[in-house]
């Protein structure tokens, strides 16, 4: 067998294992890490009950939206805290979670979100980043991310994605909604809200997996 005769045939036998390999990891993470965010269910937050989303939608300075999913929410006029407005989302479903308003110019940098730009009109890039992320006090940790990672990913309004668990199981997460931009006054704001999902059977805490395909998943409720 000659020399191209020999290269043909291991590169006929190296390929198809390269691609195999390659298929297998994209199925063994589907099935690890995408599949098992089919049993998350978001829930309330504060509230859980109609009278706070009737007192909210009858408020006449309220604002209300309805996502892709078609879910109608509202939120209340914001408030100052500290630097920033914040307000309070909330549906007839009983979901409910905090709303943060914060200037294009400045970004976004809760959780594990590093920062955000907006690219044109909606469309945004928000970069993820592990931070060192921590809950606790000075004796006791409750929760914290080991794993090193930064990357960045390109949102449009109504995207949603797990920004952190909040415990080692995966049975409680933290999902962050992109509502986008809106003008208030002269400044120009990233706004964002962020509420809980349960899971009975947990989900893979591993980052930045998790939040890399929550990113393509359907949250139905929002």
């Not at 307000?87 to 979100?113: A, C, K, R």
């Not at 994605?161 to 509502?179: D, H, R």
């Not at 990233?190 to 989900?203: P, V, Y």
Request: glycine share 8%.
């Amino acid at each position: 067998m000659n020399a191209v005769n020999t290269l043909f045939v291991i590169s006929a036998i190296i390929v198809p294992l390269m691609l195999l390999s390659l298929n297998y990891s994209a199925i063994s993470d589907f099935y690890e890490f995408s599949v098992p965010l089919n049993s998350l269910v978001v829930g309330p937050n504060f509230f859980g009950d109609m009278k706070e989303f009737k007192k909210i939608f009858q408020d006449q300075e309220s604002i209300c939206f309805i996502t892709l999913n078609k879910n109608f929410y509202c939120y209340g006029k914001p408030r100052m805290h500290g630097d920033y407005p914040l307000s309070t989302v909330i549906g007839p479903n009983g979901i409910d979670g905090e709303l943060h308003f914060n200037p294009i110019d400045q970004g976004v940098g809760y959780f594990t979100m590093k920062n955000m730009t907006r690219i044109s009109g909606d469309t945004a890039l928000v970069t993820f980043a592990d931070k060192n992320y921590r809950v606790g006090n000075k004796d006791r940790t409750d929760y914290e991310i080991t794993d090193k990672f930064e990357f960045s990913s390109v949102i449009k309004k109504y995207d949603s994605f797990i920004a952190k668990c909040n415990n080692y199981e995966g049975t409680s997460v933290t999902i962050v909604q992109y509502l986008g931009v809106k003008r208030i006054g002269s400044v120009d704001y990233f706004l964002t809200w962020h509420m809980l999902a349960d899971s009975e059977t947990g989900i893979k805490c591993k980052y930045p997996e998790i939040i890399k395909h929550s990113l393509n998943h359907n949250f139905g409720e929002l």
